[in-house]
């Protein structure tokens, strides 16, 4: 938001006032410059009137002349040549830069979603504009810039002044005479001429300098003179006073500004000898040719440009446009007179200096302006501006338009009527054809032609602020001047015409015709090739069209009047379109940084560096963060490049810093040259604060390279998990690949052992134990460590870099307080520091590891882990990384110079070596964030994040420390194989530990045996040769998940190992299962603070399948004439070889079946067969069917804890299956464990269900009638081909359950699918509860029944026509409840012809037997009792019979109401046969 000192009307009256020329004797000179000040510089501040006047147009109207301003100028004042102007305007431009106060964001405007700092104003443009139009020199197709009158100054101390006066005059009016083309020019023949008397108060006598005064009066006229009286204030009370420095200068603002000598900028080329390599182009991403060679050999002295070489190949500047120095451009199209000039720089900088200030030093004792000026004098010198104005100038003036209008009037009429009839003719105007080919031609006028006395009338009316009269004028001047092809009189009478109107502001009647200015530019550039003026138009034009609300019309003349002639001022002008683009009621954002980049290129090919890194940083606004990556890769580096050679090193930094970002998309090459830019940069930058400062500085700068992702950082809390060495296998501890599993396992098992180690409660500041921290952990507290053991951190350094990167020399960032048990505060220490010496005392604290060299690869993400290992108590808090940071280049030799310790330097050596040859050292911080906080409504509201200290950690004194290590711990096993595993246990720490315990996610398929003897078999089974009978054993069906592992003595010492022995049985099912081991284990030597640790063991292990096995018990079937009703079954036992021969795979070639067991409190099993010591095989895929006989066993009271084991050995050797580990197993395999997640909190229960209890207890009475609670466990021995081919034997061992009889039961666990909810009801409906009954299963075999008769009976049908039978029916409770009993044979004979599934009887012969006597019976029958009832049946004819027909109802309530009709049994078949008699 550029805003001018000026408004546009005073700009424009300032720009167009009307000239006066100063002749000064030596005299006169002598006394102003006691002051610093010239005569011209004395009075310009005043040349403002400050009252309103009045003045008379040639119609004798009188106008308003407000604020008339004179612009006095010294006669022997010469105007520049081209080249000296363009360096005053370059030391202009220069020496104005923007001001901003400390603290202050200058002027920030928001425009749409920017907020953009711009400049409040450019007063280097309004220095560059002021340069321009003094030094513009004038031309002779207009009077403006003429001189309209001439003040002689003469001072009272000259001897004869009235003489010296004459002199003035004469010399005056030879120079306007004798050469005309001499500067100044002059506005007509009889200009006005102003005698001025200089009094100095102090040194000279009044009454002479009255006395002269009255005869210049007399001589030359009253009105055309006056007496001024300066210097009220002498020398001596100068010295003697002290000056006040604040007070206002009036002076200041008229006078040049002196160039500093030390300024920052190129006069004599571009951009300098540093720029002389400055990219040109920036290629989107095209592949790079061979041609772009290093330069290897670049000397350090050449500072940033040492690198040029390489990026000026790489990229372009897309605003390149020519390689021509601005001062070797053309030159400014200056009139003749002024082209030819030879004059030096210097004798031109000293003419201005004459003219418009001094040297303090040489003309003045005192600094400061005005110093013998009282406020009187002041006051005089304003007087004497107002008569000479008021009684001399505007009266001339008046006269002088009068005299042009009547001269107008009296000729134009006479001209026009000749010259008029004479084109009519001769042909008339030139058509448009021969105007454009004749573009280039000048007419000529006469000095008194009427063409130019109306140019000179419409100009003194112009200069007078008489704008309507001017308006009328220039327009008629301006169709004579088209008419006659006089193309640059046309332009300049266009130019005013505009200007006329717009002075007249809102008293005018008449719009702005913008059109008019646009002519009169395009006119000046084209038809007249006039810049100059094209220029000044355009200064003029645009301030009218700003002040007007027209800022994209200004801005379009602003960027019309850009060329390759001047850097400077296009960049001006374009910097000032880019302020219309801004300032528009809709701002044009993009506009304006994209020309505020043009603007910047543009003055950096002028040399004006500050300001090309002012306009390009205000670009930059815009475009960052944008997605203009390209564009902002463009800023970012011109900026890096002008801050360098302005020896701005910080900002240069940070401008390289931000070309390497992730989202650069640029090409390898270009992003290998922004590295090295930067590197280098930023070490001379180190370089530099060192030198500033004297002391090497501890605290490292912060690099941009690589990214570091803090949030992914993973905290191991000990050590790294060994690696397996031959048979032995390590606890695989936790490591950083173990955050993807879930955490939740291990918590449980934590509480589980914690539980059991605090008699089932849990303290109340329980907190899970936690080794790995990551972003997914609650790091609410501090990590805890401890003394001597490693702390391992995992990085994750990411390169967004398509080139690589070389880390050497990386480290950890720590600082430590220590725990001191003294008064005094404990010091904080850290390892921070520049140099990379061994640093002693932070050494001995804590050990630290050095990474020698990391290479990231382009676009690469890799993790780095370091560690710590503390030596002391306190706290360690881990902050960051320090590193040596270098491009992986080994082509690019950079300059050597600089210090090579601290800051880095050149790797000396013959041989190539990965690592860069310019690095600096720098850090990086790890800043981790916590998680976001969601809870409460403020929360809720705004963005909170909690605490997150996994790099805060806590380290304790030292501990115990645990190792655990697995001997021939299989990674395959088949189903259901036991293989026996050694565990050795060592504490490698300083203190004892006790309490042992072990938790595991499955304890079903391990058992753990006692301490390992020297007498230690290697054997699974215990075998024996005796043949014992069966043994009863106490078996208590509870498996924990806790388990207590017994240590001897009670304590494991340091640096001793135990030993113990482990089963392992594979899984029924195949396929792969995970086991988690916890060990849990507490500090010895104080016992009142517990403290205990924990260690992790994961395995997977996977099962292959091996023998399938299934069973099913029926009632064995009673002979008639058996007495007892001893209750046997028959099981059938099918096993498989499910293994199958496949290339790379393991299987099972052959199975031997050694021995089968039978384990349970009721049954004992024996061989139906005799057989043969022989083992029995199973080959692949073969079956083999074996049935045994299960009888109950002959006690009168069975404990359901003894658990008697049979065994029927199928080889010679006995297997003790009562014995560990066969029991453990077994046992296992008859618990039927809660998912881990439902295990209690705060009570240690019982782990299992028992399988066969049901869970309705009040019928278990009744349910004990068909159970039969019986297992069988089938040991063997396999032949095994791996899948590398080997041949191993092992051994294993399947349990099946039978509950029941008639149905079938697996050794393998049978899922029963989920079952299906119902639809969901949102109407609650009064739901009766149904009485519970017992399964209809149960209630038909309450009671077993049989019939004992005589098998065969002979009788003589010719005699007796019916054959009776004796019949006894047996009946027996099953159940451990009384159940009332209904023998019915009424439906004997319906019964037999019924179909079983519908119940409807089929057509049948008569029957051949019919019971007799009484056909319904009720009695009760106690729990497990025998009832005998004595029945009758009759046989009509012989044949053989099925008598088993009888219907027996059973009811197990007192109600008989209610009975269950009882599953048949087996039939029972006796023979009659007909015998003669």
């Given at each position: 938001?550029?805003?001018h000192?000026?408004?546009?009307?005073?700009?424009?009256?300032?720009?167009?006032?009307?000239?006066?020329?100063?002749?000064?004797?030596?005299?006169?000179?002598?006394?102003?410059?006691k002051?610093?000040?010239?005569?011209?510089?004395?009075?310009?501040?005043?040349?403002?009137?400050?009252?309103?006047?009045?003045?008379?147009?040639p119609?004798?109207?009188?106008?308003?002349?407000?604020?008339?301003?004179?612009?006095?100028?010294?006669?022997?004042?010469?105007?520049?040549?081209?080249?000296?102007?363009?360096?005053?305007?370059?030391?202009?431009?220069n020496?104005?830069?923007?001001?901003?106060?400390?603290?202050s964001?200058g002027?920030?405007?928001?425009?749409?979603?920017?907020?953009?700092?711009?400049?409040?104003?450019?007063?280097?443009?309004?220095?560059?504009?002021?340069c321009?139009?003094?030094?513009?020199?004038?031309?002779?197709?207009e009077?403006?810039?003429?001189?309209?009158?001439c003040?002689?100054?003469?001072?009272?101390?000259?001897?004869?002044?009235?003489?010296?006066?004459?002199?003035?005059?004469?010399s005056?009016?030879?120079?306007?005479?004798?050469?005309?083309?001499?500067?100044?020019?002059?506005?007509?023949?009889?200009?006005?001429?102003?005698?001025?008397?200089?009094?100095?108060?102090?040194?000279?006598?009044?009454?002479?300098?009255?006395?002269?005064?009255?005869?210049?009066?007399?001589?030359f006229?009253?009105?055309?003179?006056?007496?001024l009286?300066?210097?009220?204030?002498?020398?001596t009370?100068?010295e003697?006073?002290?000056m006040?420095?604040?007070?206002?200068?009036?002076?200041?603002?008229?006078?040049?500004?002196?160039?500093?000598?030390?300024?920052?900028?190129?006069?004599?080329?571009?951009?300098?000898?540093?720029?002389?390599?400055?990219?040109?182009?920036?290629?989107?991403?095209?592949?790079?040719t061979n041609?772009?060679?290093?330069?290897?050999?670049?000397?350090s002295?050449?500072?940033?440009?040492?690198?040029?070489?390489?990026?000026?190949?790489?990229?372009?500047?897309?605003?390149?446009?020519?390689?021509?120095?601005?001062?070797?451009?053309p030159?400014?199209?200056?009139?003749?007179?002024?082209?030819?000039?030879?004059?030096?720089?210097?004798?031109?900088?000293?003419?201005m200096?004459?003219?418009?200030?001094?040297?303090?030093?040489?003309?003045?004792?005192?600094?400061?302006?005005g110093m013998?000026?009282t406020?009187?004098?002041?006051?005089?010198?304003?007087?004497?501006?107002?008569?000479?104005?008021?009684?001399?100038l505007i009266?001339?003036?008046?006269?002088?338009?009068r005299?042009?209008?009547?001269?107008?009037?009296s000729?134009t009429?006479?001209?026009?009527?000749?010259?008029?009839?004479?084109?009519?003719?001769?042909?008339?105007?030139?058509?448009?054809?021969?105007?454009a080919?004749?573009?280039?031609?000048?007419?000529?006028?006469?000095?008194?032609?009427p063409?130019?006395?109306?140019?000179?009338l419409?100009?003194i009316?112009?200069?007078?602020?008489?704008?309507?009269?001017?308006?009328q004028?220039?327009?008629?001047?301006?169709?004579?001047?088209?008419?006659?092809?006089?193309?640059?009189?046309?332009?300049?009478?266009?130019?005013?015409?505009?200007?006329?109107?717009?002075?007249?502001?809102?008293?005018?009647?008449?719009?702005?015709?913008?059109?008019?200015?646009?002519?009169?530019?395009?006119?000046?550039?084209?038809?007249?090739?006039?810049?100059?003026?094209?220029?000044?138009?355009?200064?003029?034009?645009t301030?009218?069209?700003?002040?007007?609300?027209?800022?994209?019309?200004?801005?379009?003349?602003?960027?019309?009047?850009m060329?390759?002639?001047?850097?400077?001022?296009?960049?001006?002008?374009?910097?000032?379109?880019?302020?219309?683009?801004?300032?528009?009621?809709?701002s044009?954002?993009?506009?304006?940084?994209?020309?505020?980049?043009?603007a910047?290129?543009?003055?950096?090919?002028?040399?004006q560096?500050?300001?090309a890194?002012r306009a390009?940083?205000?670009?930059?606004?815009?475009?960052?963060?944008?997605?203009?990556?390209?564009?902002?890769?463009?800023?970012?580096f011109?900026?890096?490049?002008?801050s360098?050679?302005?020896?701005?090193?910080?900002?240069?930094?940070?401008?390289?810093?931000?070309?390497?970002?992730?989202?650069?998309?640029?090409?390898a090459?270009?992003?290998?040259?922004f590295?090295?830019?930067?590197?280098?940069?930023?070490?001379?930058?180190?370089?530099?604060?060192?030198?500033?400062t004297g002391?090497?500085?501890?605290?490292?700068?912060?690099?941009?390279?690589p990214?570091?992702?803090?949030?992914?950082?993973?905290?191991?809390?000990?050590?790294?998990?060994?690696?397996p060495?031959?048979d032995?296998?390590?606890?695989?501890?936790?490591?950083?690949?173990?955050?993807?599993?879930?955490?939740?396992?291990?918590?449980?098992?934590?509480?589980?052992?914690?539980?059991?180690?605090?008699?089932?409660?849990?303290?109340?500041?329980?907190?899970?134990?936690?080794?790995l921290?990551?972003d997914?952990?609650?790091?609410?507290?501090?990590?805890v460590?401890?003394?001597?053991?490693?702390?391992?951190?995992?990085?994750?350094?990411?390169?967004?870099?398509?080139?690589?990167?070389?880390?050497?020399?990386?480290?950890?960032?720590?600082?430590?307080?220590?725990?001191?048990?003294?008064?005094?505060?404990?010091?904080?220490?850290?390892?921070e520091?520049m140099?990379?010496?061994?640093?002693?005392?932070?050494?001995?604290i804590?050990?630290?590891?050095?990474?020698?060299?990391?290479?990231?690869?382009g676009?690469?993400?890799?993790?780095?882990?370091?560690?710590?290992?503390?030596q002391?108590?306190?706290e360690?808090?881990?902050?960051?990384?320090?590193?040596?940071?270098?491009?992986?280049?080994?082509?690019?030799?950079?300059?050597?110079?600089?210090?090579?310790?601290?800051?880095g330097?050149?790797?000396?050596?013959?041989?190539?070596?990965?690592?860069s040859?310019?690095?600096?050292?720098?850090?990086?911080?790890?800043?981790?964030?916590?998680?976001?906080?969601?809870?409460?409504?403020?929360?809720?509201?705004?963005?909170?994040?909690?605490?997150?200290?996994?790099?805060?950690?806590?380290?304790?004194?030292?501990?115990?420390l645990?190792?655990?290590s697995?001997?021939?711990?299989?990674k395959?096993?088949?189903?259901?194989?036991?293989?026996?595993?050694?565990?050795?246990?060592?504490?490698?720490?300083?203190?004892?530990l006790?309490?042992?315990?072990?938790?595991?996610?499955?304890?079903?398929?391990?058992?753990?045996?006692?301490?390992i003897?020297?007498?230690?078999?290697?054997?699974?089974?215990?075998?024996?040769?005796?043949?014992?009978?069966?043994?009863?054993?106490?078996?208590?069906?509870?498996v924990?998940?806790?388990?207590d592992?017994?240590?001897?003595?009670?304590?494991?010492?340091?640096?001793?190992?135990?030993g113990?022995?482990?089963?392992?049985?594979?899984n029924?099912?195949?396929?792969?299962h995970?086991v988690?081991?916890?060990?849990?284990?507490?500090?010895?030597?104080?016992?009142?603070k517990?403290?205990?640790?924990?260690?992790?063991?994961?395995?997977?292990?996977?099962?292959?399948?091996?023998?399938?096995?299934?069973?099913?018990?029926?009632?064995?079937?009673k002979?008639s004439?058996?007495?007892?009703?001893?209750?046997?079954?028959?099981?059938?036992?099918?096993?498989?070889?499910?293994?199958?021969?496949?290339?790379?795979?393991?299987?099972?070639?052959e199975?031997?079946?050694?021995?089968?067991?039978?384990?349970?409190?009721r049954?004992?099993?024996?061989?139906?067969?005799?057989?043969?010591?022989?083992?029995?095989?199973?080959?692949?895929?073969?079956?083999?069917?074996?049935?045994?006989?299960?009888?109950?066993?002959?006690?009168?009271?069975?404990?359901?804890?003894d658990?008697?084991?049979?065994?029927?050995?199928?080889?010679?050797?006995?297997?003790l299956?009562?014995?560990?580990?066969?029991?453990?197993f077994?046992?296992?395999?008859?618990?039927?464990?809660?998912?881990?997640?439902?295990?209690?909190s705060?009570?240690?229960?019982?782990?299992?269900?028992?399988?066969?209890?049901?869970?309705?207890?009040?019928?278990?009475?009744?349910?004990?009638?068909?159970?039969?609670?019986?297992?069988?466990?089938?040991?063997?021995?396999?032949?095994?081909?791996?899948?590398?081919?080997?041949?191993?034997?092992?051994v294993?061992?399947?349990?099946?359950?039978?509950?029941?009889?008639?149905?079938?039961?697996?050794?393998?666990?049978?899922?029963?699918?989920?079952?299906?909810?119902?639809?969901?009801?949102?109407?609650?409906?009064?739901?009766?509860?149904?009485?519970?009954?017992?399964?209809?299963?149960?209630?038909?075999?309450?009671?077993?029944?049989?019939?004992?008769?005589?098998?065969?009976?002979?009788?003589c049908?010719?005699?007796?026509?019916?054959?009776?039978?004796?019949?006894?029916?047996?009946?027996?409770?099953?159940?451990?409840?009384?159940?009332t009993?209904l023998?019915?044979?009424?439906?004997?004979?319906h019964?037999?012809?019924?179909y079983?599934?519908?119940?409807?009887?089929?057509?049948?012969?008569?029957?051949?037997?019919?019971?007799?006597?009484q056909t319904?019976?009720?009695?009760?029958?106690?729990?497990?009792?025998?009832?005998?009832?004595?029945?009758?049946?009759?046989?009509s004819?012989?044949?053989?019979?099925n008598?088993?027909?009888?219907?027996?109802?059973?009811?197990?309530?007192?109600?008989?109401?209610?009975?269950?009709?009882?599953?048949?049994?087996?039939?029972?078949v006796?023979?009659?046969?007909?015998?003669?008699?």
């Amino acid at each position: 938001m550029a805003q001018h000192k000026q408004t546009a009307h005073e700009f424009i009256q300032s720009t167009f006032s009307p000239q006066i020329a100063v002749l000064c004797s030596n005299d006169a000179e002598l006394l102003c410059q006691k002051n610093n000040l010239s005569f011209v510089q004395l009075v310009q501040p005043f040349c403002r009137l400050k009252t309103e006047a009045h003045i008379k147009d040639p119609n004798n109207v009188q106008h308003n002349v407000q604020h008339l301003r004179i612009s006095m100028v010294d006669m022997n004042c010469q105007i520049p040549p081209a080249a000296a102007a363009k360096k005053l305007m370059n030391d202009a431009v220069n020496s104005e830069q923007q001001v901003m106060a400390e603290g202050s964001r200058g002027n920030v405007i928001s425009v749409g979603d920017y907020d953009l700092q711009l400049s409040s104003s450019t007063p280097w443009f309004e220095a560059y504009r002021e340069c321009f139009l003094q030094t513009l020199p004038p031309s002779d197709h207009e009077f403006l810039k003429h001189c309209l009158a001439c003040i002689f100054v003469v001072s009272s101390n000259h001897t004869d002044p009235l003489a010296m006066l004459q002199t003035l005059s004469s010399s005056q009016q030879q120079q306007q005479s004798q050469f005309p083309n001499k500067l100044p020019h002059w506005f007509c023949p009889n200009i006005l001429k102003y005698y001025v008397l200089v009094h100095d108060v102090v040194e000279a006598e009044a009454s002479k300098a009255e006395a002269v005064y009255q005869s210049m009066k007399s001589s030359f006229g009253h009105q055309s003179c006056h007496l001024l009286q300066i210097n009220s204030r002498s020398l001596t009370t100068v010295e003697t006073m002290k000056m006040d420095t604040s007070l206002p200068d009036p002076w200041g603002q008229f006078l040049n500004k002196p160039i500093d000598e030390g300024v920052d900028y190129d006069a004599g080329g571009s951009s300098g000898a540093d720029d002389s390599m400055f990219p040109t182009r920036l290629d989107e991403g095209a592949p790079e040719t061979n041609n772009h060679v290093l330069d290897t050999n670049s000397h350090s002295d050449e500072g940033i440009d040492g690198l040029g070489s390489v990026t000026n190949s790489v990229m372009d500047h897309p605003l390149a446009l020519s390689d021509e120095s601005p001062l070797q451009s053309p030159t400014l199209e200056y009139s003749s007179d002024y082209q030819g000039s030879t004059s030096s720089l210097n004798s031109v900088q000293s003419a201005m200096s004459k003219s418009s200030s001094f040297n303090m030093q040489n003309k003045g004792q005192f600094p400061g302006h005005g110093m013998c000026l009282t406020a009187s004098d002041q006051d005089r010198i304003r007087i004497f501006i107002h008569e000479f104005a008021v009684r001399a100038l505007i009266p001339w003036a008046e006269r002088q338009m009068r005299t042009l209008n009547d001269m107008l009037m009296s000729r134009t009429g006479l001209r026009k009527s000749l010259f008029g009839t004479a084109k009519k003719l001769f042909g008339g105007n030139p058509s448009k054809t021969s105007q454009a080919a004749n573009t280039a031609t000048t007419v000529v006028y006469s000095k008194d032609a009427p063409e130019l006395q109306m140019r000179r009338l419409a100009d003194i009316a112009f200069l007078f602020q008489l704008y309507d009269f001017a308006y009328q004028t220039y327009h008629t001047a301006k169709r004579d001047f088209n008419n006659d092809n006089a193309w640059l009189h046309f332009a300049g009478a266009l130019e005013m015409a505009s200007l006329a109107i717009f002075m007249q502001g809102s008293q005018g009647q008449r719009a702005y015709p913008d059109h008019y200015m646009e002519s009169a530019i395009t006119t000046y550039l084209q038809s007249c090739k006039n810049i100059p003026y094209a220029v000044r138009a355009t200064l003029v034009s645009t301030e009218a069209l700003k002040s007007r609300g027209k800022y994209k019309e200004a801005a379009t003349q602003f960027i019309k009047m850009m060329s390759e002639e001047s850097d400077l001022r296009s960049a001006l002008l374009l910097e000032q379109a880019a302020h219309c683009f801004i300032n528009m009621r809709n701002s044009m954002v993009r506009k304006y940084s994209f020309h505020m980049i043009l603007a910047g290129h543009r003055f950096s090919k002028a040399g004006q560096r500050k300001h090309a890194l002012r306009a390009y940083s205000q670009a930059l606004q815009i475009y960052k963060g944008k997605g203009w990556s390209l564009a902002e890769d463009h800023i970012n580096f011109t900026i890096g490049r002008q801050s360098h050679n302005l020896k701005q090193l910080e900002n240069a930094t940070a401008a390289f810093k931000h070309l390497l970002t992730e989202d650069s998309k640029q090409t390898a090459m270009q992003q290998n040259a922004f590295l090295r830019e930067y590197l280098f940069v930023y070490r001379q930058l180190l370089v530099q604060e060192s030198e500033e400062t004297g002391l090497q500085s501890n605290t490292l700068p912060e690099l941009p390279l690589p990214v570091l992702d803090s949030n992914a950082t993973k905290v191991i809390v000990g050590s790294r998990p060994l690696i397996p060495q031959g048979d032995t296998i390590y606890a695989t501890g936790v490591w950083f690949e173990d955050s993807d599993m879930p955490s939740w396992r291990w918590k449980k098992l934590e509480e589980l052992l914690v539980l059991d180690a605090n008699g089932g409660t849990l303290p109340l500041l329980h907190r899970p134990s936690l080794q790995l921290f990551t972003d997914g952990t609650d790091n609410k507290f501090s990590p805890v460590s401890y003394m001597k053991e490693p702390i391992t951190i995992e990085l994750y350094l990411v390169n967004p870099l398509k080139v690589a990167l070389t880390l050497t020399d990386v480290t950890l960032l720590w600082s430590f307080l220590p725990n001191i048990c003294s008064h005094e505060k404990p010091q904080l220490i850290t390892n921070e520091q520049m140099v990379t010496a061994k640093n002693n005392l932070a050494d001995e604290i804590v050990h630290g590891q050095v990474v020698k060299e990391i290479i990231l690869q382009g676009n690469d993400r890799l993790p780095v882990q370091m560690t710590l290992t503390p030596q002391q108590m306190g706290e360690l808090r881990i902050y960051g990384i320090t590193y040596n940071l270098g491009s992986a280049s080994t082509t690019f030799m950079a300059p050597s110079q600089g210090p090579s310790g601290p800051l880095g330097g050149a790797v000396m050596g013959s041989k190539a070596s990965y690592v860069s040859t310019v690095y600096v050292r720098g850090k990086q911080k790890i800043e981790v964030q916590g998680p976001r906080l969601n809870t409460k409504k403020e929360e809720m509201a705004s963005k909170v994040y909690g605490p997150d200290r996994r790099l805060d950690l806590t380290i304790h004194e030292q501990m115990p420390l645990l190792e655990v290590s697995f001997v021939d711990f299989p990674k395959t096993l088949l189903c259901g194989e036991v293989h026996p595993v050694t565990v050795h246990f060592t504490n490698t720490g300083s203190s004892p530990l006790h309490k042992l315990k072990v938790a595991s996610s499955n304890p079903k398929c391990f058992v753990i045996g006692q301490n390992i003897s020297n007498e230690h078999s290697s054997s699974v089974y215990n075998v024996t040769d005796k043949s014992s009978d069966s043994i009863s054993v106490n078996c208590d069906l509870k498996v924990k998940r806790v388990i207590d592992i017994e240590i001897p003595g009670g304590i494991l010492h340091s640096k001793s190992t135990m030993g113990i022995q482990l089963w392992i049985r594979g899984n029924d099912i195949g396929g792969n299962h995970q086991v988690d081991f916890l060990f849990y284990y507490e500090l010895a030597e104080n016992p009142q603070k517990r403290k205990y640790r924990i260690l992790r063991h994961n395995v997977l292990v996977n099962t292959a399948e091996s023998l399938s096995v299934r069973a099913v018990a029926q009632k064995a079937c009673k002979n008639s004439k058996e007495l007892t009703s001893t209750g046997q079954f028959l099981i059938s036992c099918e096993m498989e070889n499910l293994s199958q021969q496949q290339l790379g795979r393991v299987y099972v070639s052959e199975i031997r079946i050694k021995q089968i067991s039978c384990a349970s409190s009721r049954w004992t099993i024996d061989t139906l067969t005799s057989h043969s010591q022989k083992e029995v095989c199973i080959g692949s895929r073969e079956m083999l069917q074996v049935c045994l006989k299960a009888s109950m066993l002959q006690k009168e009271k069975v404990s359901n804890c003894d658990v008697t084991f049979t065994d029927l050995t199928l080889h010679d050797g006995k297997i003790l299956s009562g014995r560990t580990p066969c029991l453990d197993f077994y046992q296992r395999s008859r618990v039927k464990l809660k998912p881990l997640e439902d295990e209690a909190s705060q009570t240690q229960t019982p782990s299992q269900i028992l399988a066969p209890k049901e869970k309705v207890d009040q019928f278990e009475s009744l349910n004990s009638a068909i159970q039969l609670g019986m297992s069988l466990i089938i040991l063997w021995q396999a032949h095994v081909v791996d899948s590398d081919g080997t041949e191993r034997v092992c051994v294993g061992q399947h349990h099946v359950t039978v509950e029941k009889p008639d149905s079938i039961f697996t050794s393998y666990p049978y899922m029963q699918p989920p079952r299906e909810s119902g639809p969901i009801q949102f109407i609650k409906e009064e739901v009766t509860e149904e009485e519970k009954k017992p399964d209809f299963e149960v209630l038909t075999q309450l009671v077993s029944y049989s019939l004992q008769h005589k098998t065969e009976l002979d009788n003589c049908f010719s005699k007796c026509r019916l054959c009776c039978a004796q019949v006894t029916l047996v009946l027996h409770n099953e159940a451990d409840s009384d159940v009332t009993v209904l023998v019915d044979t009424s439906k004997a004979q319906h019964r037999l012809n019924e179909y079983p599934d519908t119940g409807q009887t089929a057509e049948s012969p008569a029957g051949g037997f019919s019971w007799m006597s009484q056909t319904l019976k009720q009695l009760k029958l106690l729990a497990k009792q025998t009832e005998k009832i004595l029945l009758s049946v009759t046989f009509s004819k012989p044949g053989v019979y099925n008598i088993n027909n009888i219907a027996v109802f059973v009811s197990y309530q007192d109600d008989s109401a209610e009975m269950t009709l009882q599953k048949q049994t087996k039939p029972s078949v006796i023979t009659i046969r007909d015998v003669a008699s």
